[in-house]
């Protein structure tokens, strides 16, 4: 009798389970109490009395350290970088489509205005590297133009007179290159030094100057500059750069801090107050849930998976000693 009943009452609230879920009117007003009732509990709740900070540092280790890089996933990476950059779409739409002029050029300015832009900018023009590749341009310019001129098998006076002054040029070539090296490296010291706030000028003239010239062509045009090999070849940099970088004391370091500033700034704070200040309200969540929900419900139960997912719920219950003893001292009608 007990069994026969049971099964009577999973049957019953099953098929009051389904009619809540499958409704849109009452899986509305289901998600909406819901919400209402999590959120209400919620708020007298802090961040720092349901989780610890190690319980969130163990989780990010987890999964920005340890989870496996391998196999599909830099695959699928690639495979979407690539399909992005083939698609047609970058053919139709145009750069001041993407960006406008008005906007390019505020970014420009205020990236340069940035107070570390200005400094890396004097960290290179101050650096002796910088000098070192002046005069090796130069320098290395010069050797060109010699060996072509001696190896030109153009005809005519011109070819022959080019010729014999670099034949003539070849002997005294290593004090020639002294010399050119001593005038570039003072030369490129004095311009680089004089240069002053007009280099961040220069840049950002040089960077509106180039929009000008491109902002009308497709995003595809750039394809000329990058090819499919360039995407393909950056993404595997790019994960083999993470691969060894996520394996350091100094990222694991970092995101130790990250997570103790998170916790040192929020800890004390209601979690309805925490998901709000992420930008979270409680429309939100009631939207995803009905976006999301009826699609899902209703696809499980065509296929007949909600009435196995609902009985597995319920059943064990109503054939437990619990449920047994809740029946004791009920006559039977």
């Known amino acids: 009798m007990t069994d026969d009943l049971a099964e009577r009452l999973i049957d019953a609230q099953v098929a009051f389970s389904k009619r809540q879920l499958l409704d849109p009117g009452l ?12 959120l209400k509990e919620a708020a007298g709740l802090t961040l720092g009395e349901v989780v610890t900070p190690q ?12 989870m496996p890089l391998e196999g599909s996933i830099p695959e699928l990476v690639g495979e979407i970088a690539g399909r992005l950059y083939r698609h047609s779409v970058n053919d139709h739409v145009r750069l001041d489509d993407v960006v406008d002029a008005k906007t390019f050029d505020e970014l420009a300015a205020a990236v340069a205005d940035l107070d570390v832009v200005r400094r ?15 005069v090796d ?16 098998g153009e005809a005519g006076i011109r070819a022959r007179v080019g010729g014999t002054l670099a034949g003539l040029a ?24 004089s240069a002053g706030e007009e280099t961040d000028t220069a840049l950002v003239e040089s960077a509106h100057e180039l929009w000008r010239n491109r902002s009308g062509e497709a ?16 993404v595997v940099v790019v994960f083999e750069f993470w691969k060894a970088f996520r394996d350091t004391d100094y990222f694991r370091t970092l995101l130790g801090e990250g997570v103790d500033h998170f916790f040192d700034k929020y800890g004390d704070t209601g979690l309805v107050d925490l998901i ?6 409680r429309d939100d969540l009631v939207e995803e849930a009905m976006r999301f929900g009826p699609p899902i419900i209703a696809h499980l139960n065509e296929r007949g998976i909600l009435d ?18 809740a029946l004791q001292g009920f006559a039977p009608s």
């Open 27 to 38: 899986f509305h007003t289901l998600v909406s109490d819901e919400v209402d009732l999590v």
């Open 308 to 325: 196995r997912i609902l009985r597995r719920q319920f059943a064990p219950f109503y054939h437990s000693p619990e449920f047994r003893a």
């Open 120 to 134: 890396v900018v004097r960290e290179v023009i101050d650096s002796p590297v910088t000098i070192d590749v002046c």
């Open 55 to 66: 319980m969130i540092k163990d989780t990010a280790v987890k999964f920005a350290i340890q």
């Open 137 to 152: 341009v130069i320098t290395h310019a010069m050797d060109r133009v010699v060996t072509r001129a001696r190896s030109s």
């Open 276 to 281: 709000a200040d992420l930008g979270i309200e």
């Open 170 to 193: 070849v002997p005294v070539l290593p004090a020639i290159e002294t010399g050119v090296e001593k005038i570039t490296r003072s030369g490129a010291s004095f311009v680089l030094r």
């Open 219 to 234: 995003v595809g045009r750039f394809r000329e500059l990058v090819t499919a090999d360039d995407v393909e070849d950056l």
